[in-house]
């Protein structure tokens, strides 16, 4: 056993004790995480774990903040760099890869300690369609059809499964957003105020990752309670 791989998975769920999830939809990718803001004093719209990795790959980072971010800018460095050499954007599988491998390494050496974040990697691909990836803290990363990571990952992941099973990823981009929020609602029993959580939406009819405002978040939880 590596037990210091075993860690980095804790640290995924016990570092800040937040709980996201992603889920895909006909033509787009929806990932939904809880907002903490740990200090009165600080100024919410620096609180994130929503990224870009390129205008049009999203990423969601669940686990230890620093590494998240320190793994962001390599991320944005490999898809610059590829589009530089190739003359056009990575594909979201590859870039998923590509991080995988870092996470790899650091399983290797004694003298590094593995990234503790898990990253979900979202894209409406060229080819592909919507996309939707996760690479966990040992370098593993699969494709996913919806997908959780965090505090409450297991009960998520069986939720999400209902879901999918329901409707088959037939989803419109408005159904997509309200599953995935009612779903980390129903994980977490609690009943979410706009600022409480972050959602990003790609979408094949609107260009790059959409973060959703306070405003838009709002309809939709009034949306969600007007169904329950």
Known sequence: RLHQVEYAYQAVKKNQNVTSVALKGEDCVVAVTQRKVPDKLMDKDFVTHIYNITPNIGALMTGMSPDGRALVFKAREIASKFKDTNGYEIPVHFLALKIANIGQVYTQHAYMRPYGVSTMLFSIDDEKGSSLFQVDPAGMYYGYKACAAGTKDQESM???????????LKLTETETIQQAIGCLQAVLGMDFKPADIEVAVVCKN??????????????HLTAIAEKD
């Open 158 to 168: 069986n939720a999400l499964e209902k879901i999918i099973k329901k409707k088959d």
């Open 206 to 219: 609107r260009h790059g990752v959409i973060r959703l405002s306070e405003e838009e978040i709002d309809t």
